[in-house]
C-alpha cells in the first residue's frame, strides 16, 4: 500500500527553467509533508516542509504547495540550477499514537538539470 | 555540530550470514531511526526509537532484524540470517522537534550475495 506517490520517476529541465515535481498522497492523517534531496552515496537531506494548515511555503529559489482537497503536493524549483540535479523525495508524516511522529516516503524523482 | 555517525559504509555479506550496522545520532536528539531504502523505492521505517523505547517497529522484519539503543544514544541493527532481498540501503536518521528535523547519516550499503 502506497500512501506517498511519486508517479514520475525521472525529470529533465533546461537549467535557468523551473523545475516541477509532483507528489500524491491517501492518508489524510498525513498532517505535514517534507521534501528531501538525495545525492549518490549520501543520505537525504531536509529541503522544506509545509504544515498541512497552509497551501504554500517558500524559501529561496523553492516553493511547495499543497492541495488537500486533491491530496496533492507540488515543489517547484525557479531557476533550475546544474547543482540541484539530485533525486528528491517526497515525505509525509502523521502521528503515532505512542507518542512521536512517522515519515513515509515516496519512491523518489530523479532531477536532471541540463545546461 | 556533528552529523549522524554511521558504520561500516558498505558491507557485501553470503546469505545466511549475519551483520551489523552501527549508528550515533546527532548529541540530544531524543528520536532515531532506522530506514531501509531498496534501490528505486523511498526508504522504508523499519523502528523508531524515543530515547532507549521502541516507538513502532510495526515493519520491522523480527523474524530476523533486530535494533537495540542502549541508553539512549548509539543504535545497532542486526540482520540474522541474510536473505538476497535485504540487498539495500540501510540509513540512520535522528531528529529532535518535528519540522525538519530529521538528519540522515550517509547510510550502509549492504549486499547480500
Known amino acids: 500500500d502506497q500512501q506517498v506517490k511519486q508517479n514520475s520517476p525521472s525529470l529533465s529541465v533546461q537549467e535557468g527553467r523551473i523545475s516541477i515535481l509532483n507528489c500524491d498522497y491517501t492518508?489524510?492523517?498525513?498532517?505535514?509533508f517534507l521534501w528531501y534531496k538525495k545525492y549518490p552515496a549520501e543520505g537525504p537531506t531536509f529541503l522544506i516542509s509545509?504544515?498541512?494548515?497552509?497551501d504554500k511555503n517558500e524559501d529561496g529559489r523553492f516553493t511547495v504547495f499543497l492541495n488537500k482537497s486533491a491530496k496533492h503536493l507540488s515543489l517547484h524549483i525557479v531557476p533550475s540550477q546544474p547543482g540541484d540535479s539530485a533525486v528528491y523525495f517526497c515525505?509525509?508524516?502523521?502521528?503515532?499514537?505512542?507518542?512521536?511522529?512517522?515519515?513515509?516516503f515516496g519512491t523518489g524523482t530523479q532531477l536532471k538539470v541540463e545546461l | 555540530e556533528a552529523g549522524v555517525a554511521q558504520s561500516p559504509r558498505y558491507k557485501i555479506i553470503e546469505k545466511r550470514q549475519s551483520v551489523a550496522f552501527w549508528c550515533n545520532p546527532i548529541?540530544?536528539?531524543?528520536?532515531l531511526y532506522w530506514y531501509q531504502q531498496i534501490l528505486g523505492q523511498g526508504p522504508k521505517l523499519l523502528i523508531q526509537?524515543?530515547?532507549?523505547?521502541?516507538?513502532?517497529d510495526s515493519q520491522l522484519p523480527k523474524d530476523r532484524f533486530s535494533a537495540e539503543r542502549l541508553k539512549g544514544v548509539d543504535s545497532t541493527l542486526k540482520i540474522q540470517p541474510a536473505k538476497l532481498e535485504d540487498s539495500a540501503v540501510y540509513l540512520c536518521?535522528?531528529?529532535?522537534?518535528?519540522?525538519?528535523?530529521?538528519?540522515f547519516g550517509s547510510g550502509t550499503r549492504l549486499t547480500v550475495v
Open positions: 536518521a535522528s531528529s529532535s522537534v518535528r519540522a525538519g528535523g530529521y538528519t
Open positions: 492518508n489524510s492523517m498525513f498532517d505535514y
Open positions: 509545509i504544515s498541512s494548515i497552509k
Open positions: 515525505a509525509a508524516s502523521a502521528v503515532l499514537t505512542g507518542g512521536g511522529n512517522k515519515l513515509t
Open positions: 548529541s540530544g536528539h531524543a528520536t
Open positions: 526509537f524515543q530515547n532507549n523505547g521502541v516507538v513502532d
